[in-house]
């Protein structure tokens, strides 16, 4: 009668137990999960990783709108100082003396233009735009008030005011055609001369410049007043020296305009020739 040993069957028994024993079996360890787990797992790996990238992403394109708008509205911050800077006092100066412009025309040309009165009234609207043109350079220069508006609205007043009563005073005979040609040709031609010898440089104004206009302003300031005995003789005078500065200058303002031409065209060719080399 052959037997099955006793620790033969309980070994064999002990076998199977120690087996595995699916998903809720204590003999199943933390790291052997079952293809189905670790499909579940990687799954929602997957999605958080996708979700932090979104929101990685949302993130980054509110923060470059927000951006664009900040530096957009830089901008147009930007845009409306300069826009509102040309509202300054300096070019506020500049437009008061071209108002004045049509003003003394009217009060020189008041009443026939002979009126002592109507001609003192002139005389102060000349002198206020005369003493303005002093002023707004200075200030422009001094408070970094300079703008574009500025650089040409200032001499085209400072020609109007001073063409305006050269004008006035020769219509009414009171001073020959021959000066207000000599003084405004001057003026427009040194202007002209300005601009075409702009590209190599500026001409900087001379103290003969300033002179003569201190000059010319004292000089017609006399003619426009109705005045007569020694006063009258000695704006005479006050007028010849004006034009004797007018021409002066003029002819020294020529002589640096073609000095700084010929330096101007000097240098393109050096720099020409550099880099040809």
Same mark, same amino acid.
């Given at each position: *009668?052959?037997?099955?040993?006793?620790?033969?069957?309980?070994?064999?028994?002990?076998?199977?137990? =120690?087996?595995?024993?699916?998903?809720?079996? %204590?003999?199943?360890?933390? &790291?052997?999960?079952?293809?189905?787990?670790?499909?579940?797992?990687?799954?929602?790996?997957?999605?958080?990783? !996708?979700?932090?990238?979104?929101?990685?992403?949302?993130?980054?394109?509110?923060?470059?709108?927000?951006?664009?708008?900040?530096? $957009?509205?830089?901008?147009?911050? !930007?845009?409306?100082?300069?826009?509102?800077?040309?509202?300054?006092?300096?070019?506020?100066?500049? *437009?008061?003396?071209?108002?004045?412009?049509?003003?003394?025309? =009217?009060? *020189?040309?008041?009443?026939?233009?002979?009126?002592? =009165?109507?001609?003192?009234? =002139?005389? !102060?609207?000349?002198?206020?735009? @005369?003493? +303005?043109?002093?002023?707004?350079?200075?200030?422009?220069?001094?408070?970094?008030?300079? +703008?574009?508006?500025?650089?040409?609205?200032?001499?085209?007043?400072?020609?109007?005011? *001073?063409? &305006? !009563?050269?004008?006035?005073?020769?219509?009414?005979?009171?001073?020959?055609?021959?000066?207000? %040609?000599?003084?405004?040709?001057?003026?427009?031609?040194?202007?002209?001369?300005?601009?075409?010898?702009?590209?190599?440089?500026?001409?900087? %104004?001379?103290?003969?410049?300033?002179?003569?206009?201190?000059?010319?302003?004292?000089?017609?300031?006399m003619y426009v007043l109705a005045l007569t005995g020694p006063l009258a003789t000695l704006r005479?005078?006050? @007028?010849?020296?004006?034009?004797?500065?007018?021409?002066? +200058?003029?002819?020294?303002?020529?002589?640096?305009?073609?000095?700084?031409?010929?330096?101007?065209?000097?240098?393109? $060719? %050096?720099?020409?020739?550099?880099t040809e080399a």
């Open positions: *009668m052959t037997g099955v040993p006793a620790s033969a069957a309980g070994g064999s028994s002990g076998a199977r137990r =120690a087996g595995p024993r699916g998903p809720s079996g %204590a003999a199943q360890g933390p &790291a052997e999960r079952t293809p189905s787990e670790r499909t579940l797992s990687g799954g929602a790996a997957e999605r958080g990783t !996708a979700e932090r990238g979104a929101t990685e992403r949302g993130a980054a394109e509110r923060g470059a709108t927000e951006g664009g708008v900040a530096g $957009r509205g830089g901008k147009i911050a !930007a845009a409306a100082v300069n826009q509102a800077s040309v509202w300054n006092v300096a070019n506020l100066l500049t *437009m008061l003396r071209l108002l004045l412009v049509p003003a003394f025309v =009217a009060l *020189m040309l008041g009443n026939g233009g002979y009126d002592p =009165a109507w001609r003192s009234f =002139a005389w !102060a609207a000349f002198a206020v735009a @005369m003493i +303005t043109d002093l002023f707004d350079g200075h200030l422009a220069r001094t408070y970094n008030l300079v +703008t574009d508006f500025g650089k040409i609205a200032d001499p085209i007043a400072d020609k109007a005011i *001073m063409g &305006a !009563a050269l004008i006035c005073l020769s219509a009414l005979g009171d001073l020959p055609w021959w000066v207000t %040609a000599v003084i405004l040709g001057r003026e427009l031609g040194i202007t002209v001369l300005r601009f075409v010898v702009i590209r190599y440089g500026v001409i900087p %104004a001379s103290r003969g410049g300033k002179l003569k206009t201190l000059t010319q302003g004292i000089a017609v300031g005479f005078w006050v @007028m010849a020296a004006a034009v004797v500065l007018t021409v002066a +200058t003029g002819l020294d303002y020529v002589k640096q305009a073609i000095v700084l031409r010929r330096q101007g065209i000097a240098e393109r $060719r %050096a720099a020409l020739k550099e």
